[in-house]
């Protein structure tokens, strides 16, 4: 028998491309900025990643839109 580790992905899309994504592992949901090659943190819940990714936006950026893949 063997052990697996289920990761799942979100990927974060604004108006124009992707602006990040949200990765869920042993450590809750990490998340990544696009074009920044160290994480911002995990976070224990994916309400919560998804506020810290759109806060990391620029100001008065509408908040990505979220699709799994």
Known sequence: MSDTATRRLWVAYGPNGVVGKIQKDADGYRVH???KDEPLG???SMDIAKNAL???LKPGSDRPEFREH
Request: hydrophobic residues 45%; charged residues 0%.
């Open 33 to 35: 900025m696009a074009g």
């Open 54 to 56: 759109h806060a990391h």
């Open 42 to 44: 995990a976070y224990p």
